[in-house]
């Protein structure tokens, strides 16, 4: 399967599953399930598919998150609302988000909801906690919050996937973070601020990272731009055999490519963003 084939999908999927950190209707949601402030409904409302799970869980999978940022919100997000609660309005939540702003989705979902779902189908779980987690819930029977939570499931897919990449790569969460902003795909106060790091534990990665010739002052080297490019070759070489269950993966790109521009349009998913995604072509 051509790669190239889930990098283009990772563009137009990513964004429509992110208006549920974003998107006032999401956000709310959370809130009114009882979970407080941005990040435990962050936490919550991403790791509620994984169960009560405590905090070790949530670092390990979510990745890059300072221990501390997650210890704040997991496990006394549990305590404020049980997992069951806050899957009960996720994905209505990011439904009623997509259908404002991304206008005709609703036409369109009745048709990509049994192609992505056949993605997701062929997906393998093997080692993806969270798309596992994700792929188990049962999918919703309104088409929109179908379609988000099968998004949802191959975004976890991929993420899964990058991690893994990453881990083998010898990078730490933290330093993931830094080579990403010194190859340009993140700004680095936005990355390093969202995630909860200080500037003197970024400032020590950036230095074990120069050890390596990864990076510099100007950002990152030749080298490191190398070894970030095959990060994403070989995450987007994981992600790529589902989609070989589709006879024309580039129909469902053209699809879904104007609802994702129109999220984007609106300004619910900033770009650039912490998340790393840019706009589809």
């Not at 790669?3 to 809130?31: D, G, I, N, Q």
């Not at 029977?141 to 998004?151: K, S, T, Y």
């Amino acid at each position: 399967m051509d790669e190239s084939v889930a990098r283009r999908m990772w563009k137009v999927l990513e964004p429509l599953h992110a208006v549920t950190y974003f998107s006032p209707e999401c956000l709310e949601a959370v809130k009114g399930v009882g979970l407080k402030g941005y990040w435990m409904g962050y936490f919550g409302g991403r790791g509620a598919p994984l169960g009560a799970v405590g905090p070790g869980v949530i670092e390990a999978t979510f990745f890059g998150f300072h221990p501390a940022r997650v210890q704040r919100a997991v496990p006394d997000a549990w305590a404020f609302a049980s997992p069951e609660s806050i899957l009960r309005v996720r994905a209505p939540a990011a439904a009623k988000a997509l259908r404002r702003v991304a206008p005709g989705i609703e036409d369109a979902a009745p048709d990509v909801v049994p192609r992505l779902g056949k993605v997701v189908g062929a997906a393998d779980g093997a080692g993806r906690a969270l798309f596992a987690a994700n792929r188990d819930l049962p999918v919703p029977d309104e088409p929109v919050e179908a379609l988000w939570q099968l998004a949802t499931s191959l975004r976890e897919h991929r993420g899964d996937g990058h991690v893994a990449v990453l881990t083998a790569e010898g990078l730490s969460g933290l330093e993931a973070n830094v080579l990403a902003s010194a190859t340009g795909n993140v700004p680095a106060q936005w990355v390093r601020e969202s995630r909860g790091w200080s500037q003197d534990e970024w400032d020590e990665a950036a230095g074990a990272l120069a050890r390596r010739g990864l990076v510099n002052g100007d950002g990152a080297t030749e080298e490191g731009r190398v070894v970030k490019a095959e990060i994403e070759r070989r995450t987007d070489a994981l992600a790529a055999p589902p989609f070989q269950v589709l006879d024309d993966p580039e129909a469902l790109y053209r699809t879904l490519a104007p609802f994702t521009t129109a999220v984007a349009k609106a300004g619910d998913v900033p770009f650039p963003n912490p998340i790393g995604v840019p706009l589809p072509d």
